[in-house]
């Protein structure tokens, strides 16, 4: 049998263990060579679940944009990021966890119980909490999550590609494709680069 994508069990469960307020929580942004990293923290209205949620990635831009839109008029939806110099500093698996920590403080409600994309339970974060491996393509609080964060994400990148737009990120999100990696090579590294990322680190410090 094949799943056509996520459903509400995870949150169903939650609630007949006498969990009320059920947040999912995402994070966008692990990979790139530049940009922050970016986390979504949403809790669902259950009578106003949009239709069609799915993984972010599984989504054509025009799909993910409206259900984000539908997202901010019917769920509490909080959004959070950490810096290129926090990823530096901490590490970028550290940061992730860091703008997710972010993301949960910010929803207007306090949330019983999180549903967290992965394997691992961000250490700053207290209470009940559950992480589900593949969890944006299997629990729809966490696709709404992973929805608005990319949306999120790629919106900062795109702002900044007006500001040095010939490493694409406008179209590459800071990812590092190989026209990425070419300019990086042509122009050098800017502020928004994360150099403790090797082709980044490597270009800095070549021939050093």
Request: hydrophobic share 40%; with cysteine; charged share 20%.
């Amino acid at each position: 049998m094949t799943l056509i994508g996520p459903d509400y069990s995870f949150e169903h469960a939650a609630k007949t263990r006498g969990f009320s307020l059920i947040a999912g929580v995402d994070e966008v942004g692990r990979g790139p060579l530049a940009g922050p990293v970016t986390a979504a923290a949403v809790i669902l209205d259950p009578a106003r679940i949009p239709a069609g949620l799915n993984d972010s990635k599984k989504l054509n831009a025009a799909k993910r944009q409206a259900l984000h839109d539908e997202l901010l008029e019917c769920a509490d939806v909080s959004i959070a990021h950490a810096s290129v110099e926090e990823i530096d500093a901490l590490n970028i698996l550290r940061a992730s966890h860091l703008a997710m920590e972010r993301a949960v403080a910010g929803l207007k409600q306090v949330p019983d119980h999180l549903l967290i994309d992965g394997n691992m339970i961000p250490r700053g974060l207290s209470g009940s909490s559950e992480a589900i491996v593949k969890g944006d393509a299997r629990c729809v609080s966490i696709s709404a999550a992973s929805i608005v964060a990319k949306i999120c994400r790629d919106f900062v990148m795109w702002d900044l590609a007006q500001h040095y737009p010939q490493y694409g990120w406008q179209t590459n999100a800071g990812y590092p494709s190989k026209s990425h990696k070419a300019a990086l090579e042509e122009f050098g590294v800017t502020p928004h680069h994360r150099r403790s990322f090797k082709p980044v680190h490597n270009i800095l410090y070549q021939g050093k």
